[in-house]
């Protein structure tokens, strides 16, 4: 697992390498630790930016701030994790917005950090290991399940949107929310089933995915609204 701490304070680099070392050696895990002292190091690394697990980034920086170089790793990938050491709490709502995995605050606790660490991990891995067998006319398409935005159905059909492309599938719905319900999927309205993790926007009785309006029953709204804000204190909190 990749792992990248960029940071322009050299006790807080020094610190924060020696914690993550700490970390993944009681658990076992391969890593692959790469330390950059400021965010234009790491804009010159194209291979950092998209085939990194997870980065850890000090909010204030000089020049590029890490919130400012976050904002562009989102624009190359959308699949890393993004763990912010600040010292303040303003940049939260601003964090939503490159869907950042958590926020550590100044003095680093290694307790805490190691929580959190080992959460992110267990994610990833999760991620990486879970896909669903979507077939359409003989073919089988394997589309992992954390690229999928939203799902649709109509006529008994179904069409899941993913990130790259959109497959039709025959299938029910009840059954598909069932089984997407553990990673965050919820069933907004009896014809749309979304990943939580992709809404850009709530409005009243609609919200947004990928610039998509997609309408939220009228019953479920509040238990929605309950649901999204419990999964977003889970990542930025």
Known sequence: MRVVICDDELLQREELREYIYKVFEEVK????????????EVLKEKDVLNHTDIFILDIKMDEVSGMDLAKIIRKENDISEIIFITSLVDYI???YTVRAYRYLLKPINYEELKTHLLSCINDIKKKKD???MIENKGIVHKVPINEIMYIEVAKKELT???KENSYKTKSSMDKIEKELEKFDFYRCHKSYLVNMKYIETIDKNEIIINGNKIPVSKHRISDFKKKFTLLLGDIIC
Not at 29 to 40: D, G, P, V, Y
């Open 160 to 162: 899941i949107y993913a």
């Open 29 to 40: 895990e391969e890593l692959e630790l790469l330390i950059f002292k400021s965010a234009e």
């Open 130 to 132: 879970n896909f669903m």
């Open 93 to 95: 709502q601003e964090g």
